[in-house]
DNA sequence: GCAAAAACTGACTGTCCAATCAGTCATACT
DNA sequence: AGTATGACTGATTGGACAGTCAGTTTTTGC
């Protein structure tokens, strides 16, 4: 592998997992077997290499959203929104270090100061509640989901399975075991009963 | 103040502002004024130091939780629900600094290799689903809740609720202006159609 | 008033770490 | 073959940091 990929690889795994003060370019240099110097070379500092994984992290999240509603068809509105939530639980499980990264703290204290990072995480964000607001917006429209404010709403559902997300990360608690029970509890706050 | 006091008020803020990898010794004795050296004898390490500003964390909520319901009364479990999210946000307003050090990563990590601080983040975490899985125990008794399973409803409550203060905290979006949907959602959730 | 204990401090140490730099190696082009 | 460009590296540097220690000041008990 070209070695600028991965330092970026081991970067995202360091910084997910120790965060950016805890994780050490030497650790990084060891750990992928390269010179420190090489780090430097790719990565003017450690902050920009830490932008950069965070540049891919957002990619990532992209990419594999449109990838999911490519392959996906739902039958409503509600069932788009069931849908969603599954995917954020899957992806979760298969991409734990991004959900660590967007969990930890650093991303947010860095992004009041530096524009770009500001950028990328707003574009990750917009992206996780548009889809719900999109499936909201086709819901009410298609009827299976009531009358109900969709940006506010997709936020709350969000934040509903963000935190989920991160009480798993955290091993507070097994997501997995609330699956059903958070599917039923959300299809009761959105579902219209006149339908 | 006492000077140990004054270390930990200070710790407190620090480790929740900056985490503990960014928060420097040197830092905390030129923020209360106190000879470095102080610290390290009244804490035997910086590990030391956190677990004590965990425990006054702890200690902290377990009060706030005895107080508020010392001071309230609820009609039936359904607005005793309410009442507790309420409470919730209010203290994420009141006392900031706690949830932005529940929302760190450094402390469920030190909690998988430190049974102390495993213990205090239990008793936190306990508290924090208990007062949920009462407040719907009640409101199933009392009919103002369906019959949905209290502890595992209660996890997923308290996610959502931590997710929002959460967001509010990286200042994502505003937790304030949800307040109102997230109640009715919420109520909608759990509430009992026959009743 | 005094002795013992507790609280406190300045100066210091060894370690670790981000970043630099001068220079080597590999590759591509002429 | 020669050279220019980009990729890479070992050695080093200066600063920051957690933690120590020997000694001073303050408080407490009698």
Redesign the pocket.
Known sequence: M???DAILLAGTKLFAEKGFGG??????AEMT??????I???F??????FLAVLEQVKDGILKSFDEYFAASRFENGLEMVEGVISFFLFMAGHKEEWFLLLHRNHPYRLAEVNPICRGYLEVIYNCFADVFERAIRRGRADGSIRDIPAHKTALIVLSMVDGVIRFKTCQLYDAGALFGNLMELCRRMLENPEK
């Open positions: 070209n070695k600028k994780t050490s370019m030497s650790e990084l077997g390269i010179a420190g110097a090489t430097f070379y790719h003017k500092t450690k902050e920009d290499l």
